[in-house]
C-alpha cells in the first residue's frame, strides 16, 4: 500500500486507500465520478506541498492529478492567452511565461505546488496575487454531475480563498486560464523587502528575469524553496495565512506591529510578527517537527517527524499567540484527517 509520505513534500503522511494517476481531464474526470459513484471519499493530490496528512492516511480515493496540457494565443495588442493544465508544475510555468517573453507572474516565483492548486488558494507573494491574472477557471462539479467554467469574477477570490476553497469538496479544477503582458518589465514591485533587493524604490518596476532571480532568492533564504537535501525545507512554506482583524483589535497590537488597512475598514497583520512576539522561536521543535531556522512561519520536518509531531507544534504557535494577542491564527496548510482545534 502506497504512503502519502512519498506524495507530500512534508514527508509525513500514512498509508493511501488507493491511487488514481490523472494525466489528463478525461481520466481526471472519469477517476472523481468513479470514486462518487462507489461512494469513497476522495483526496485530491497535485503536488502534495500544501497539505498535511494524518499517520492514519487516508480511507479513500487520491486521485493524484499529473495533467499538463499547455495552450497559447499570443497577440501583440492583447498579449498571451495560456490555458494550463492543472497538474502543470507551477513554478516551472511561472519559468516558461518568462523564458517567452510573457510579464506578470514573475513575483510568484518558487510558490511550490501545480497550477490546479493556485486559484484554490487565490496563492501570492511579495504584493501580487494569482487572481490578478486569471481569466477563468475550469472544473468539474461534482454535485451537478459536469464540467463547468468560472469567469475571474465568479470565482469569489479573496486573500488566500475563493469558492474553490470555501466548497472544496465539490470542484475539482482540470485547467486555468491566464492573460499576461508581452514584455520585460515587471508588474510594479509593491514589496518593500522585493524592492531594495532589486534596488528600487516601493512601486517601481524592474526587468522580468531579475525580478524572478530576486524573488527566488529571497525565497531561498526564507527556506522556502524545496530541497530534497535540506530538512530545513521540508515544509508546506507559510503554514498560517496573515491574519486580517477588526480595527479594534489591530488598535490593542503593540505599536512597531505590521499592520495593512484593506478596503474594507479591517486590517492585516504579520502571522511570522505575531508568532516571534509571543514567544515562538525559529528552531523551535516538538520531537521530530521543527520551526526553520529561517523563517518562523515554516513547520517543517525535521528527518522524522509524524504528522501528529507537526499538528502539535502549529498547535503550540497558535495557542501562543491567542494568549498573546487574542488572535488564532488560521492554517494555510490543508489538514486532511488533522485538526488543530
Known amino acids: 500500500m502506497s504512503q502519502l509520505s512519498d506524495y507530500t513534500s512534508f514527508r509525513v503522511g500514512g498509508p493511501a486507500q488507493e491511487i488514481v494517476n490523472a494525466c489528463n481531464e478525461a481520466e481526471i474526470i472519469a477517476a472523481v465520478q468513479a470514486a462518487d459513484e462507489a461512494g469513497k471519499p476522495i483526496l485530491i493530490l497535485g503536488s502534495g506541498t500544501n497539505v498535511l496528512v494524518s499517520d492514519e492516511g487516508f480511507k479513500g480515493v487520491v486521485i493524484h492529478v ?17 490555458t494550463i493544465g492543472a497538474g502543470e508544475v507551477w513554478d516551472a510555468f511561472v519559468a516558461t511565461t518568462i523564458a517567452r517573453g510573457y510579464a506578470g507572474l514573475e513575483t510568484l516565483s518558487g510558490i511550490p505546488g501545480t497550477v490546479g492548486a493556485a486559484p484554490i488558494q487565490n496563492i501570492g507573494a511579495y504584493g501580487h496575487e494569482v487572481s490578478e491574472f486569471i481569466t477563468r477557471v475550469r472544473t468539474y462539479d461534482r454535485k451537478e454531475k459536469m464540467v463547468r467554467t468560472f469567469t475571474n469574477s465568479e470565482c469569489d477570490f479573496t486573500y488566500r480563498n475563493s469558492r474553490f ?8 479544477i482540470l485547467d486555468v486560464g491566464f492573460q499576461l503582458r508581452i514584455g520585460e518589465v515587471s508588474t510594479p514591485i509593491r514589496y518593500a523587502e522585493l524592492a531594495r533587493e532589486l534596488g528600487i524604490e516601493v512601486g517601481g518596476k524592474a526587468a522580468v528575469v531579475a525580478t524572478r532571480a530576486a524573488t527566488l532568492k529571497l525565497r531561498e533564504s526564507k527556506g522556502m524553496l524545496l530541497d530534497p537535501k535540506d530538512h530545513d525545507s521540508w515544509s508546506a512554506g507559510s503554514f498560517f495565512t496573515n491574519p486580517i482583524v477588526s480595527a479594534e483589535i489591530a488598535s490593542r497590537l503593540p505599536e512597531d506591529a505590521p499592520r495593512w488597512v484593506q478596503p474594507d475598514g479591517r486590517v492585516k497583520t504579520s502571522a511570522a510578527w505575531l508568532m516571534e512576539n509571543a514567544g515562538v522561536h525559529k528552531g523551535d521543535a516538538h520531537s521530530g517537527a521543527r520551526i526553520s531556522s529561517k523563517h ?23 495557542e501562543k499567540v491567542q494568549k498573546a494577542f487574542g488572535i488564532f491564527l488560521e492554517p494555510e496548510v490543508n489538514l486532511v484527517g488533522l485538526s488543530l482545534n
Do not use: F, M, P
Open 296 to 318: 518562523v512561519l515554516a513547520l517543517t520536518n525535521s528527518g522524522n517527524a509524524t504528522a501528529a509531531d507537526i499538528a502539535a507544534l502549529a498547535k503550540e504557535a497558535q
Open 165 to 172: 476553497k470555501a466548497e472544496r469538496d465539490r470542484y475539482v
Open 66 to 82: 499529473a495533467s499538463s496540457d499547455v495552450e497559447a494565443e499570443v497577440d501583440a495588442c492583447s498579449g498571451a492567452t495560456l
